[in-house]
């Protein structure tokens, strides 16, 4: 999936908006309709860059600049971005440390204290198609939600969204926090990433299985030829240049072998592609709980959402993978708060920050794979 968000984001939506959007190395190439220029404060034709220090002719885009609440108009008019405001719901104020300690448990720190108040927080509701190419092909949407507050990401309130809440509210709450989008929606492709490779498993476990199949017949087709070789020079008793030539032939046998399965390897080569459909953006009024954890004399102010619709605490979400986390682990460095994955090393199982480190191993320098 695309590592550059923001671009990624500006692209898509230009693209969806109806502009014509040409990528070029870092930069994006514009060209829009006169109308759409307009709305947007843009020119006609204009390059779009997103490092700040770059001096170049163009415009340079961060989370923070006016065309991104531009672009989000231009959505609404197509119906790929739109807003929805719920009621005022009920807000919990009872028996919240019993919750807590229900819903989380802090593996190597210690609670200090909690509150709660009352706030506005908004989610991104995206949708994304993806499409997995391979021998076969298979497609699919996924949603993914994120509080662009804490990045949680709460999917199951998207039912209760659906079964009626969806109607929303005419009163507009005002967002106070909010995340930088660049960074919510960095978390959401992060999401969105576990969430369709968990969909493909039983189709990459299908395809594994094809292509183990033809790898074995490929291999018992060049066996047995390679068997007959060698029982002629068993039979003939060949020596010399006679064996030679037959040996050769072996090897040659050998190299058509490889070169067979490497073909079959690719045949059945993974690629996914994956877009953004449209999103939606959900605001209503929340209680904030605003913890404070200790680790060893350090402390960590956490702050997570008991949702009206969950009726529930949202579990955080992990700092490495942004998977939510009922279980979570403070770092000695920075105190990020991690899950049990983000917090092991696979190779020599080491507690370890895969934030701190995202690379390698800083004990036993095991690589990371991408996950
Ligand atoms: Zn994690
Ligand atoms: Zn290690
Ligand atoms: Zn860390």
């Not at 978390?187 to 990459?204: G, S």
């Not at 105190?335 to 092991?344: K, N, Q, S, T, V």
Request: charge should be positive; aromatic fraction near 6%; include cysteine.
């Amino acid at each position: 999936m695309e590592r550059k968000p923001l671009k990624s984001l500006v692209k898509e939506v230009l693209d969806v908006g109806g502009c014509l959007v040409e990528e070029n190395g870092d930069l994006l190439e514009v060209v829009v309709t006169p109308e759409i220029a307009g709305k947007l404060g843009l020119k006609e034709h204009e390059i779009l860059y997103f490092t700040p220090q770059e001096s170049r002719n163009g415009q340079f885009i961060s989370y923070s600049s006016d065309i991104l609440d531009s672009i989000s108009e231009l959505m609404e008019d197509k119906g790929h971005f739109c807003k929805v405001h719920l009621p005022r719901l009920y807000l919990k104020k009872e028996r919240l440390d019993q919750i807590i300690s229900q819903k989380l448990s802090l593996a190597n720190s210690v609670l200090r204290s909690s509150r709660a108040v009352e706030r506005t927080v908004s989610y991104l509701l995206l949708n994304f198609k993806y499409s997995a190419i391979s021998e076969e092909k298979k497609e699919g949407i996924i949603t993914v939600v994120v509080n662009e507050l804490t990045l949680a990401s709460p999917g199951e309130m998207m039912s209760t969204l659906l079964k009626g809440y969806y109607e929303g509210s005419r009163k507009e709450w005002r967002v106070e926090v909010r995340r930088p989008l660049e960074e919510v929606f960095s978390a959401a492709c992060k999401v969105a990433e576990h969430e369709i490779r968990r969909e493909l498993t039983d189709f990459v476990r299908r395809l594994d299985r094809r292509l183990n199949k033809d790898v074995a017949r490929i291999e018992g087709y060049y066996g047995t030829l390679k068997e007959e070789v060698e029982a002629r020079i068993q039979k003939r008793g060949l020596v010399g240049d006679d064996q030679e030539r037959e040996l050769s032939r072996i090897r040659a046998i050998d190299v058509e072998l490889k070169r067979k399965i490497k073909e079959q390897r690719d045949r059945y080569s993974l690629r996914v592609n994956v877009e953004l459909l449209n999103a939606i953006r959900v605001t209503m009024l929340a209680s904030l709980v605003i913890l404070r954890i200790r680790r060893k004399n350090r402390e960590k102010r956490l702050e997570l959402v008991w949702n009206p619709l969950l009726k529930d605490l949202e579990l955080p979400a992990c700092e490495g993978c942004f998977r939510p986390t009922g279980i979570f682990y403070l770092c000695d460095e920075e105190l990020h708060h991690i899950c049990p994955r983000c917090h092991e090393c696979p190779s020599c199982h080491k507690a370890v920050c895969r934030v701190c480190y995202p690379q390698a191993c800083p004990k036993c320098g095991g690589k990371f794979q991408e996950r």
